[in-house]
C-alpha cells in the first residue's frame, strides 16, 4: 500500500499548491514518467490503471429498495460488499449496462457514442497525466499525528476506503507516500469542483447553470452516493468542494476523510462527541442532537447540493455557533431556524418521534413557518416541477421517509421527456470553466528534495493505524 522504493519527487513534478484544509494541503503535480510507463506500473501502486482523465465506466448497479429503513434486501445484516483483497461487488458496477432493466431508457447512451467517448478519453489519458497529493498536517501542526508506528484514524480510513471502492463517480486514489513524516495521498486529479463552478456562474454576474447540467451533475453525484451506501459506506461530509469534476464532464466525489463503514442498512451510528457534516449541509437529525444516523443524512446534504446549484448560494446558510471552554457541542438555532423559514416547521405528525430528540424543546420555542420551498425555488429560477419534486423528496425532514439515492435515481426528474442525461455534464457548453487557481509560492512540499531521511524498509511493515 505505502510506495516504499521510489521519493515522492523523483516520480512526481509539484506544479503547484491548490487548496487546504483541516487535513492538511493538496496540490497539483505532473508525472515525471512517459505515459506508457505510468501506464503499466507494478502491483505496488494501488490503481495500477488510474489515470488523472478516466473512461465511463464502473458505475454502480443497485437492486430495489426503498427507504433507509428497508434496505436490506439479499445483503443481509451482516454481509459486506468489499472484500478483504479490495474488490467491491460485481454486482454493484453494472448499473450502466443497457442491459441492466433497473435504467430507465432515457438514461442510456448508444454504443457508439459511449466507444467514441471511451476512446477519446483513453487519448487525453495518455497524453496529460496530472495528479493531486494530498498532504497530512504532520505531530508538529497539531492536527494529523503521524509517526513511523502508526498513522491518525482518519487518515488510516481514508486509504483504506480508497483502496478497496472502486467506482467512476469516486476519486482514485493512485498511491501512498510516507516521507520525512508525512503521508503524501496520490489522486487522479479533476480540474475542476462545484464550489468553483456554482462561483464562476455568481460572479461578477448571476448567471443560471444549464438545467441539462444540473441534470447530469446530480444523476452522477447520486450514482457515486448509492454505491458507496450498497458497499455500507457513508460520506458524512458531502458538500460542492468535496465534489470534482474532470475536463471530460466526469463528476467524482472526493475526500473521504469523515467517511464511515457500517455493518448493515438498519444500523444506526452514535455520533459520539464528533461533528459531523459541514453545517450548511447537516440534516436536521443531527442539528435536533440526534446520538445516533443511518445513510439519509448523506442524501440530505445531496439535496442541499442540488438546491445550490439551483440557486447559486446555499440554501440555508446559517452562522454556526462554536464549541465553548467546555467543548460542548452548541444548539445550531440559526441553522435550524434557516431550514424552518424554507420547509416550514416539522410536526410530529409529519416526523414520527420529534418529539424524542434532545433538541426538541429547543425546537418548539421558535414561531411556526409554513412551507415555502416552491417560493424559493421559483424565486431562485427554478421552473421544473420533477427538480421540486426530487427536491422535496431530498429534503424530507424525516430521515425514515428521506428518499435513498437507489430511487432518486429512478426518480421522474430524470426519466421524463426525451433528452437523455448526458454523462458529459459539459456537453452542449459554448463556454469553458476557468482552470483551478495555482499558487506556486506556497510550495513547502518541495522541502521534501532537501536532506532525504533514510528510512528503513521494514518501516511500512510496520504501519498500522490507531484509534
Given at each position: 500500500?505505502?510506495?516504499?522504493?521510489?521519493?515522492?519527487?523523483?516520480?512526481y513534478e509539484i506544479i503547484g499548491y491548490i487548496a487546504a484544509g483541516t487535513y492538511g494541503k493538496v496540490y497539483k503535480a505532473k508525472s515525471r514518467q512517459s505515459s506508457k510507463n505510468s501506464s503499466s506500473t507494478g502491483s505496488d501502486s494501488l490503481a495500477q490503471d488510474t489515470k488523472p482523465t478516466t473512461e465511463f465506466s464502473n458505475t454502480s448497479s443497485l437492486q430495489n429498495a426503498g427507504t433507509y429503513g428497508d434496505m436490506m434486501g439479499a445483503h443481509g445484516p451482516n454481509s459486506n460488499n468489499?472484500?478483504?483483497?479490495?474488490?467491491?461487488?460485481?454486482?454493484?458496477?453494472?448499473?450502466?449496462?443497457?442491459?441492466?432493466?433497473?435504467?430507465?431508457?432515457?438514461?442510456?447512451?448508444?454504443?457508439?457514442?459511449?466507444?467514441?467517448?471511451?476512446?477519446?478519453?483513453?487519448?487525453?489519458?495518455?497524453?496529460?497525466?496530472?495528479?493531486?497529493?494530498?498532504?497530512?498536517?504532520t505531530e508538529k501542526d497539531g492536527i494529523e499525528q503521524l509517526h513511523y508506528t502508526g498513522i491518525s484514524q482518519?487518515?488510516?480510513?481514508?486509504?483504506?476506503?480508497?483502496?478497496?471502492?472502486?467506482?467512476?463517480?469516486?476519486?482514485?486514489?493512485?498511491?501512498?507516500?510516507?516521507?520525512?513524516?508525512?503521508?503524501?495521498?496520490?489522486y487522479e486529479f479533476a480540474e475542476h469542483d462545484l464550489l468553483q463552478i456554482i462561483h464562476f456562474h455568481s460572479h461578477p454576474e448571476k448567471r443560471m447553470i444549464p438545467p441539462r447540467m444540473i441534470r447530469s451533475i446530480m444523476w452522477q453525484i447520486l450514482d457515486g452516493v448509492s454505491y458507496?451506501?450498497?458497499?455500507?459506506?457513508?460520506?458524512?461530509?458531502?458538500?460542492p468542494a468535496n465534489i470534482m469534476v474532470t475536463m471530460d464532464g466526469v463528476v467524482k466525489i472526493g475526500d473521504l476523510g469523515l467517511a464511515r463503514k457500517f455493518s448493515n442498512m438498519l444500523q444506526t451510528m452514535y455520533t459520539g462527541d464528533k461533528v459531523v457534516v459541514t453545517i450548511?449541509?447537516?440534516?436536521?437529525?443531527?442539528?435536533?442532537?440526534?446520538?445516533?444516523?443511518?445513510?439519509?443524512?448523506?442524501?440530505?446534504?445531496?439535496?442541499c447540493i442540488f438546491a445550490e446549484l439551483i440557486g447559486l448560494q446555499p440554501i440555508f446558510k446559517g452562522e454556526e455557533a462554536k464549541m465553548d471552554s467546555k467543548k460542548t457541542v452548541p444548539f445550531q438555532a440559526n441553522q435550524l431556524q434557516r431550514i424552518l423559514k424554507i420547509l416550514g416547521t416539522p410536526t410530529p405528525k409529519s416526523w414520527p418521534h420529534l418529539q424524542k430528540y434532545p433538541e426538541y424543546e429547543?425546537?418548539?420555542?421558535?414561531?411556526?413557518?409554513?412551507?415555502?420551498?416552491?417560493?424559493?425555488?421559483?424565486?431562485?429560477?427554478?421552473?421544473?416541477?420533477?427538480?421540486?419534486?426530487?427536491?422535496?423528496?431530498?429534503?424530507?425532514?424525516?430521515?425514515?421517509?428521506?428518499?435513498?439515492?437507489?430511487n432518486a435515481l429512478d426518480h421522474s426528474y430524470f426519466t421524463h421527456?426525451?433528452?437523455?442525461?448526458?454523462?458529459?455534464?459539459?456537453?452542449?457548453?459554448?463556454?469553458?470553466?476557468?482552470?483551478?487557481r495555482i499558487h506556486t509560492n506556497d510550495n513547502d512540499i518541495l522541502n521534501l528534495g532537501l536532506h532525504k531521511p533514510k528510512v528503513p524498509a521494514k518501516v511500512n511493515a510496520q504501519l498500522h493505524c490507531n484509534d
Open positions: 500500500m505505502i510506495a516504499d522504493h521510489s521519493e515522492l519527487l523523483d516520480k468489499i472484500s478483504a483483497g479490495g474488490n467491491t461487488n460485481p454486482e454493484l458496477s453494472t448499473r450502466n449496462n443497457p442491459n441492466n432493466p433497473r435504467v430507465p431508457t432515457s438514461t442510456t447512451i448508444s454504443g457508439d457514442k459511449r466507444n467514441s467517448e471511451n476512446t477519446d478519453n483513453r487519448r487525453k489519458a495518455e497524453t496529460t497525466m496530472y495528479y493531486a497529493i494530498k498532504k497530512f498536517k482518519s487518515a488510516c480510513r481514508e486509504m483504506a476506503l480508497c483502496r478497496e471502492l472502486d467506482n467512476n463517480h469516486l476519486t482514485k486514489l493512485v498511491e501512498i507516500f510516507l516521507q520525512k513524516k508525512s503521508i503524501y495521498m496520490v458507496l451506501h450498497q458497499n455500507w459506506v457513508l460520506h458524512r461530509d458531502l458538500k450548511w449541509y447537516r440534516a436536521p437529525e443531527l442539528l435536533l442532537g440526534a446520538r445516533h444516523y443511518t445513510p439519509a443524512i448523506d442524501l440530505w446534504a445531496v439535496g429547543q425546537l418548539s420555542k421558535f414561531p411556526k413557518y409554513r412551507d415555502n420551498l416552491p417560493g424559493w425555488f421559483h424565486s431562485a429560477g427554478g421552473r421544473d416541477k420533477h427538480a421540486l419534486s426530487l427536491l422535496y423528496h431530498l429534503l424530507n425532514y424525516n430521515p425514515i421517509e428521506r428518499i435513498d439515492a437507489i421527456g426525451d433528452m437523455p442525461v448526458c454523462e458529459n455534464v459539459f456537453e452542449g457548453l459554448n463556454y469553458k470553466y476557468p482552470a483551478r
